[in-house]
């Protein structure tokens, strides 16, 4: 029984390596939060984490709310998130249990002949699972590389969710505060138009016109409020908040940046840095390594070894080894092979549909961008100032009583709609700047600013 009982020990022992890592793999996810978003993020694995991300983020939400700190809260405290963050435990207890081999079997038989007692002992390792343990902690490994990858993908996504909820809330803000002073300019005019016509300065006709401006600017406030209230829930949703008045957003928009950017190949920036892409591949180089396996065991699935030690009554031990085999007479394996090499070309194609999806989203998302910025960029300095310009000279008419109180109020009401389509396409653009980041796979990279019509 030496032999046998040695080989058992020397796997208990090996098995005895594998173990847990200190972080549970995180270490990744941290590392890329870090340095493709600026800001860090960790894991909640029990209630009392739970409770310190919670303490955590109270001093974020207090001053107006910042898209970055929005993104570090989603990173805290998004609970869907957080349990995305656990399949990294689930992936690292399948490769510490394909390090670990299975434990040794120990058989046990007592029989009776007459007066004689009979007494059957054996202890059984299974051999192929001894052989192919290496392997199958290489693809494990694999996996779990994997899995650090896409949960670390999870956090980038959640991350750019969060800037274009921002974005969308903070737009809606200031399209419903500038809504409201409209309708109030709206009312003044409509009550305006009212005792005009009482005292006969105004046909029913203008009344009517001012009147049904000031009609649309209470449908588009109301309008306005709904939008506040929807993209503000979504916001909240993402922060992983339970209350709608946890945070305060400040009043207004970011400014334009000065320029935009100009980067050459987008797509293969894509298929360099994003994640899912080099999760995909590791997922391919995983299932490549489990054909391999899968095509070494198509005969022998079961071989067990081990040592057995028979005593009678009166009689000498006898003692000598066991040898199972399964006989492939009826399954030969090639249901095995041929679900692994299916399983391996549907990974191939997958991959190449994320790749081509990767570099497709990468020039979509780049090109809305130039052009978000390109009209935003329109509003802000031909726009606006036109119609300024014109409010100003039709105001000066006004006083100088060259054009009517319709006409000033008529200016008014498309100076309105400008301002209007001007916070849209300032939201557009820092929406399309988020895409982009998301489509690339984290922060825009360094590029040389984009010349725009105009620019020298």
């Known amino acids: 029984m030496k032999y046998p009982i040695a080989c058992a020990v020397a796997t208990l022992l090996l098995g005895g390596c594998a173990s847990f890592s200190p972080d549970g793999g995180f ?56 349990a995305t963050y656990q399949r990294l435990g689930l992936a690292e207890a399948d490769l510490v249990q394909a390090g670990r081999l299975q434990n040794p079997r120990f058989g046990f038989k007592r029989t009776h002949q007459g007066s004689d007692v009979l007494i059957d002992r054996s202890l059984t390792i299974n051999l192929v699972n001894l052989l192919t343990a290496p392997l199958a902690t290489r693809i494990e490994t694999r996996r779990f590389e994997q899995t650090r990858l896409q949960v670390a993908d999870a956090a980038l996504s959640v991350a750019a969710d969060t800037r274009r909820a921002y974005y969308d809330a903070l737009g809606a803000v200031q399209q419903r505060t500038y809504a409201q002073q409209v309708s109030d300019a709206a009312e003044a005019g409509a009550e305006l138009g009212v005792r005009m016509a009482k005292v006969g300065n105004w046909s029913t006709l203008d009344m009517a016109r001012e009147r049904s401006f000031h009609a649309d600017a209470v449908t588009r406030l109301a309008l306005a409020d709904r939008d506040v209230l929807a993209s503000r829930e979504k916001l909240v949703r993402l922060l992983g908040l339970d209350r709608s008045d946890a945070f305060t957003l400040p009043d207004r928009l970011p400014d334009l940046p000065a320029t935009a950017i100009d980067l050459q190949q987008v ?124 409010s100003d000279e039709t105001m000066l008419r006004y006083n100088g009583m060259l054009v009517s109180v319709f006409e000033l109020l008529a200016d008014s009401r498309e100076q309105a709609s400008a301002a209007h389509d001007y916070i849209g396409a300032l939201k557009n653009f820092w929406i399309a700047d988020s895409d982009l980041q998301a489509a690339l796979g984290g922060r825009l990279p360094s590029a040389a600013p984009l010349e725009t019509k105009g620019e020298k």
């Open 27 to 82: 270490d990744t996810v941290t590392n890329v939060t870090r340095e493709r978003l600026g800001t860090e993020t960790r894991i909640a694995r029990n209630e009392t984490d739970v409770a310190a991300l919670a303490e955590t983020i109270v001093p974020l939400l207090k001053p107006a709310l910042s898209v970055d700190r929005a993104v570090q809260v989603a990173l805290l405290n998004n609970r869907g998130l957080q």
């Open 267 to 390: 797509d293969q920036i894509a298929l360099r840095e994003r994640l899912d892409i080099q999760a995909g591949k590791l997922q391919l180089q995983a299932t490549a390594a489990s054909l391999n396996l899968t095509r070494s065991t198509r005969f022998v699935n079961a071989l067990e070894i081990g040592g057995n030690r028979k005593t009678a009554s009166g009689q000498a031990p006898e003692t000598g080894y066991e040898l199972s085999l399964e006989i492939p007479l009826f399954d030969w394996g090639t249901a095995r092979v041929a679900r692994a090499e299916s399983t391996y070309m549907q990974g191939v194609h997958q991959l190449a549909e994320t790749a081509i999806m990767a570099g497709s989203q990468a020039r979509e998302s780049y090109g809305n961008y130039r052009v978000s910025y390109q009209l935003a960029r329109h509003y802000r300095d031909e726009v606006m100032p036109l119609r300024k310009r014109i």
